[in-house]
């Protein structure tokens, strides 16, 4: 079993659709949580930290289920600019920066 | 701040020659430095792990003697690809955390596309 999965999707949603998905990990010692953004050939960069409280940063909210070990991404009123590679991101470790990637969820918003 | 740059962002080169690739933090001490290859419609892969002033911790079956990786300083490392062949083009990224805490953020230099003819 990876240690990260994701699934690939794509998903093609409509512009203004709420969209969501999981991300489920195996480690039940893993630390942190993140979501990451990745488009075509650029970078990954940090979407939002993922907090057992949940949080929220205008239309994306995540949440952490410890007892399911998943983490989930929701994007509510879908932009086009939104279309990319949703990375899930998990930190095995408490002490060490090692993270590990999933292998991205792709989203395409159409108009 | 928290700026990591690669360089070059680019390179074509013949086969069997070796590549060197620059990872630098601008703004702040990169304590450790993470680099990753990404084959097309793929995942990032981790390919080894380097803290400033040691040996870089190599992944599972990434060759140390043809991925060379120097963290001579806080604000540099750098990734040697020898001998390089076809199968070696890819997209190299540097990630960096360091000083101050980040709290396990990780932030990316904008990437390597290296293609070997």
């Known amino acids: 079993r990876k240690e990260v999965e994701q699934d690939p999707g794509p998903f093609n949603v409509p512009e203004g659709a709420t969209v969501a998905f999981n991300c489920t990990y195996s480690?039940?010692?893993?630390?942190?949580f993140f979501w990451y953004r990745q488009d075509c050939r650029k970078e990954p960069k940090l979407l939002m930290s993922?907090?057992?409280s949940g949080n929220e940063d205008g239309r994306f909210t995540a949440q952490l289920n410890r007892a399911s070990q998943y983490i989930s991404l929701l994007i509510r009123d879908s932009k086009l600019s939104d279309s990319a590679t949703y990375l899930c991101?998990?930190?095995?470790?408490?002490?060490?920066?090692?993270?590990?990637f999933g292998s991205g969820t792709r989203l395409s918003i159409r108009p | 701040g928290a700026v990591v740059s690669q360089h070059p962002s680019r390179v074509i080169c013949k086969s069997g020659t070796s590549v060197k690739i620059e990872c630098r933090s601008l703004?702040?001490?990169?304590?450790?430095m993470f680099w990753y290859r990404q084959f097309p419609k793929k995942s990032l892969m981790l390919m080894a792990t380097?803290?400033?002033?040691?040996?870089?911790?190599?992944e599972q079956g990434v060759e140390k003697d043809k991925f060379l990786i120097n963290h001579a300083s806080l604000t540099l490392s750098t990734l040697t690809v020898t001998s390089a062949h076809p199968e070696d083009s890819s997209f190299y990224i540097c990630?960096?955390?360091?000083?101050?805490?980040?709290?396990?953020?990780?932030?990316f230099g904008p990437g390597t596309r290296l293609t070997v003819l």
């Open positions: 990630s960096a955390t360091g000083t101050p805490a980040f709290y396990n953020e990780q932030f």
């Open positions: 480690n039940s010692a893993s630390q942190s």
């Open positions: 993922v907090y057992s």
């Open positions: 991101v998990v930190t095995p470790y408490s002490s060490a920066s090692k993270i590990i």
């Open positions: 703004d702040f001490q990169a304590t450790t």
């Open positions: 380097s803290n400033e002033g040691s040996k870089a911790t190599y």
